[in-house]
């Protein structure tokens, strides 16, 4: 049995180091030849773009509620150098809540362009920052778009606002 002490002194043989630096090279070539990366990415958040599939009586009372994102999504992807044979990129939408920490995604429509709904999220209406963005399965990501909502003057209802103006208490 070989103690570390024993395997720092002993010195690696020329062979062993060759096949050791080709393994890692090979894993940093396929990794670049198969990436796959945006060459365009349009996020369309409209003003109404945010929904509470079930509103409260009043949100400012209940401003937490499950809500649901609407985005019109069109994108263009580079494709890698050498593409792996049949394999399509897997787009998903990213929104993310900077300030209560919800996440969620949803496939993109492929081909682009088209609308895509991530559900499930839960914010607080009162006090947010969604962050959208396109990721592909190669782990490339588009630009983030950055937006909160507010409550609406119906009290049932919020609408989007661009940037990230957190209100509420």
Sequence with gaps: MLSFAHAVRTKPTPSLLLVVLAAGLAGCASHDLYSFSFRKAELTLGDRGIAIPVPPP?????????????????????????PPQDTEAAVELWVRDRVGGAVASAL???????????????LDHTRNCLELWLEVDGGARSEVTVVHTV?????????????????GS
Excluded: H, K, N, W
């Design 58 to 82: 009043s949100l400012r009372d209940a401003p937490v509620q499950e809500s649901e994102v609407t985005v019109d999504v069109d994108y263009i992807l580079d494709e890698p150098a050498q």
């Design 108 to 122: 993109a429509p492929a081909p682009p362009p088209g609308t895509v709904t991530v559900e499930g999220l839960v």
């Design 151 to 167: 409550i609406d003057d119906d009290d049932v209802s919020v609408r989007v606002e661009p940037g990230c103006e957190v209100g």
